[in-house]
């Protein structure tokens, strides 16, 4: 780091020939710090840079780089005795330097400068610079001019700033002086030396918190990186000395990579070495064996591993679209071959599988832990980090680092003092027996740049810490596990988007009607985004009946959903005008042909008149339904004419009239029900059939037995399972017997109002309801009122039916439906379905083919 105090003494001098250095130079070195544009031209040249280049800043600012910087030219012939030699000149620099004996380990600095390297490189030249001096002030002639071995490293700037490379240089003699051992007296036993020794010090450069001043740190560390403010520094500085991480680690900002990639120069290197070795075997001599070669022999074999575990690792993930198990997938894919711990975290909306998440994670953020995986004994990390906990974690931890910058944070070793800064997140419970003195490495699992969860890796104290390319490897894992689980939380958020919109249009069916017990089933698809278009609904009509509506919109998605949504509420529409089946169905056909020629639809519409104890059927294209008779437990697929489906248009529609008894049961289905690709649906029908006449103790349990009955004939002729969604309707017609229906005609006389008064409590009297007399006496008044006043020429309809609730209907032959009306204090008329509406449980109207029905409803005493 360019932190060295102001001495005049050049680099490469000893002690003897300059002031010696101060206390607070003990044991650091300066670094030359030069940033080049996208011009090429020098736009920061440090303080570092002038003492070991001997050129002062305002010379060098504007200057081309490739004049003032070790670059190196074409090679000459070498002497093949010697590990390597070689030379570089610059003439333009004459009156600064005289650069000899240029490192010739592959590409020179001129490579870098000329922006033909995209990575990072290093590399070692050895110059004559002159003796430089504060400004202003004069040089000593005594002091001349020096030469010095300059280790350097070029880094590639990206981002949209005009700086497009950093350069860092240092004196290699100088790091000889801190200590660093020679493995012999060559040249390249020196360069392995120093390169080595470099690479124990470039942490410094990383702002490790072994460094001593952090105030004067932070002061001098925008001069070292110009992008970053004095603020931004400090904040940096005192993250570092407390959390004791580089500050690439926490910062997704900065630009700059601070360690050097010695990755680069190894292959140069090795390559180098390969070659002077082939041109020694050319002419018959041996170079003497590197000891390097067995290190660089497992690197290999270590980079070759990690690439295998993450190679496995991707094949062992992803193997569903269900979040839990991908979760649990990904836990067991790292324990124990790469960690001994791996504890998962994802945001509330993942878990909860809601829209993608806004923002950058803050202290409020909840992460719930989904996955605890250990090699410890059974039940130890259970108690004090259950599955299933959410919790915040506040700033100035790893755990917040990561999930705030979106990069992996490594943590060596976990000290007292760290592992009881996290165990104060765990309310009374004391997690620092479990993690204290092991190694931890935080990486984030992201999509699309958001941070969507975490997870901790932990090793034990006896193993090996995490490194850098654990850390590598780490971030790469969790990468593609990010990717793995968005692709999970997507699948689980669109499926739960279908669910609410099938749902939503799916009606809320009452299980008992006028005359009948009804129970459904709606069971999604499994494939195509699992929402389709089967529907079924019933609808209350006009003389205690029910229509019954069982449909199949051809397709699925939401497309198909959308059509049956429409389709359902034109067949309630309908059926409120009480429309004949084969009427509705015909009507039906011409409005989906107006809504366009895409799509097809199946339906079957049956009324049940619970009274006259039959149906009345028509079907459009549909698979027909099921009559399970009571008397004896037979079951029949009902002969209906099938129909052209809904959409076909000009194809006639017939309605059937069957006769049913009490307690005969109806099922009505979709085809996805009975039918499965390859398979016969006849064998289906047979099925459902055969597993309608099970009895049941109830309609639920009824449905649910003809669901696995279906369920398991398919998977024991091997036809796996079902892919369509499935609407299953099962209606059983109790009827109404004749004692609980009470029926009178009344002539178009305004006196025939007191006798329906009359008739009507004398009847609910006999049915033992007297409770009721004077509020169905008083509303059956005032309909048989406006019926005769508003009635043309056919007699009045009053109508009691005792059930589940004591409904009294009224008819006339007026098609105009009543409405409240707002009475005024003087106001004749428009009293009377107030009063209806406030007594009565529920009330309304309907047209019938003869004119209209109102009608209103009481509970019944007891329910």
């Known amino acids: 780091m360019d932190h060295g105090t102001e001495w005049d003494a050049p680099p490469g001098r000893g002690a003897d020939t300059g002031p010696p250095a101060g206390p607070s130079d003990a044991g650091r070195v300066p670094l030359a710090v030069v940033v080049v544009d996208r011009g090429g031209l020098v736009s920061h040249w440090s303080t570092g840079a002038r003492r070991l280049f001997g050129v002062a800043k305002d010379e060098a600012i504007g200057r081309p780089a490739i004049d003032l910087l070790p670059v190196s030219g074409a090679l000459p012939e070498v002497d093949e005795d010697l590990p390597y030699a070689g030379h570089a000149t610059c003439a333009d620099y004459a009156d600064y330097a005289d650069y000899t004996d240029a490192d010739g380990l592959g590409p020179g600095l001129d490579a870098s400068l000329d922006a033909g390297l995209s990575y990072p490189a290093a590399g070692r030249a050895r110059l004559t610079v002159p003796v430089s001096s504060e400004p202003g002030v004069p040089r000593p002639a005594e002091w001349g001019s020096h030469r010095v071995d300059v280790l350097w490293w070029a880094y590639p700037l990206v981002g949209p700033g005009r700086e497009r490379l950093l350069v860092l240089a240092a004196d290699a003699e100088a790091l000889h002086r801190l200590g660093m051992p020679e493995e012999d007296g060559s040249l390249e036993g020196r360069w392995r030396s120093e390169r080595r020794g470099v690479e124990r010090i470039a942490p410094a450069f990383a702002l490790h918190t072994d460094f001593p001043g952090a105030e004067e740190l932070a002061r001098r560390l925008p001069d070292i990186l110009p992008s970053m403010s004095v603020g931004e520094s400090a904040r940096i500085v005192s993250q570092v000395l407390e959390l004791g991480y580089p500050v690439i680690e926490f910062s997704q900002n900065d630009r700059v990579p601070v360690t050097p990639d010695w990755g680069v ?35 290999y074999a270590a980079v070759r591993e990690r690439l295998e575990f993450l190679n496995e690792v991707s094949g062992r993930i992803g193997t569903s679209l269900d979040l839990s198990r991908t979760v649990v997938e990904v836990s067991k894919a790292v324990v124990p071959r790469f960690t001994d711990v791996a504890g998962t975290y994802l945001r509330e909306q993942v878990v909860a599988g809601e829209g993608f998440p806004e923002g950058v994670p803050d202290t409020t953020t909840m992460w719930h832990r989904v996955a605890v995986e250990h090699t410890d004994e059974p039940g130890r990390w259970d108690d004090v980090v259950p599955v299933g906990e959410a919790m915040p974690f506040p700033a100035h931890t790893p755990f917040f680092q990561c999930m705030t910058t979106g990069e992996p944070v490594l943590v060596p070793r976990i000290s007292e003092q760290a592992g009881h800064a996290i165990a104060s997140q765990f309310d009374k419970r004391d997690i620092r027996p479990l993690i204290t003195g092991r190694s931890m490495l935080v990486v984030p699992l992201k999509a699309r740049d958001v941070v969507l969860g975490f997870i901790i890796l932990l090793r034990h104290p006896e193993r090996a810490e995490f490194n850098d390319m654990d850390r590598v490897t780490g971030a790469e894992l969790a ?18 988007v279908a669910e609410t919109l099938q749902d939503s249009m799916l009606p809320q069916i009452p299980p008992r009607m006028a005359g009948c017990d009804i129970a459904t089933r709606y069971l999604p698809g499994t494939l195509l985004g699992r929402v389709g278009g089967d529907w079924f609904d019933s609808v209350k009509l006009p003389g205690a009946r029910t229509a019954l509506v069982v449909g199949d919109v051809m397709g699925h998605g939401l497309n198909s959903a959308a059509m049956m949504g429409q389709l359902r509420t034109a067949v309630q529409t309908m059926a409120a005008l009480d429309l004949p089946p084969a009427q509705l169905l015909r009507n039906l056909d011409d409005l989906a042909q107006r809504l366009g020629d895409t799509y097809l639809a199946t339906c079957l519409y049956a009324v049940y008149d619970p009274i006259a104890n039959e149906l009345h059927l028509a079907n459009a294209g549909h698979i027909p339904p099921v009559l399970v008779r009571a008397a004896d437990g037979r079951s029949e697929l009902l002969d209906l004419p099938t129909g052209a489906p809904i959409g076909v248009g000009g194809v006639p529609f017939e309605a059937v009239r069957v006769r049913v008894e009490p307690g005969d049961r109806l099922v009505m289905c979709t085809d996805g029900l009975v039918e499965v690709r390859g398979a016969d649906i006849g064998a289906g029908l047979a099925t459902l059939c055969e597993s309608a006449a099970h009895p049941a103790a109830s309609m639920d349990d009824a449905c649910d037995t003809v669901i696995r009955a279906l369920a398991a004939s398919f998977s024991a ?15 059983r017609l109790n009827g109404i017997a004749p004692s609980d229906v009470a ?52 007699p009045v309809t009053l109508r009691l039916v005792r059930g589940d609730t004591l409904l009294c209907e009224v008819d006339d032959d007026d098609h105009e439906l009543p409405t409240l009306l707002s009475a005024g204090p003087g106001d004749e008329f428009g009293r009377g379905l107030r009063v209806v509406s406030a007594l009565a449980r529920e009330w309304g109207s309907s047209r019938t083919a003869a004119g209209k029905s109102v009608r209103f409803e009481l509970t019944l005493p007891g329910r």
């Open 265 to 299: 120069a190894r292959r140069v290197e090795r390559r180098a070495r390969r070659e002077r070795a082939a041109r020694a075997a050319a002419v018959g001599r041996s170079l003497p064996a590197d000891p390097d070669d067995e290190g660089e022999d497992l690197e």
């Open 717 to 731: 002729a091997g036809r796996g399972g079902r892919k369509d969604d499935v609407a299953l309707l099962m209606a």
């Open 479 to 496: 990468a593609r596990a990010g990717l793995v689980l968005d692709n999970a939380r997507m699948y689980t958020y669109q499926e739960n």
């Open 743 to 794: 029926e009178w005609r009344l002539a178009l006389d305004p006196a025939e109002a007191g006798r329906a008064r009359a008739a009507v409590r004398e009847r609910l009297h006999a049915w033992g309801l007297p409770q009721l007399a004077d509020s169905a006496e008083l509303m059956a008044s005032e309909l048989v009122s406006n019926a005769l006043r508003h009635s043309h020429s056919r």
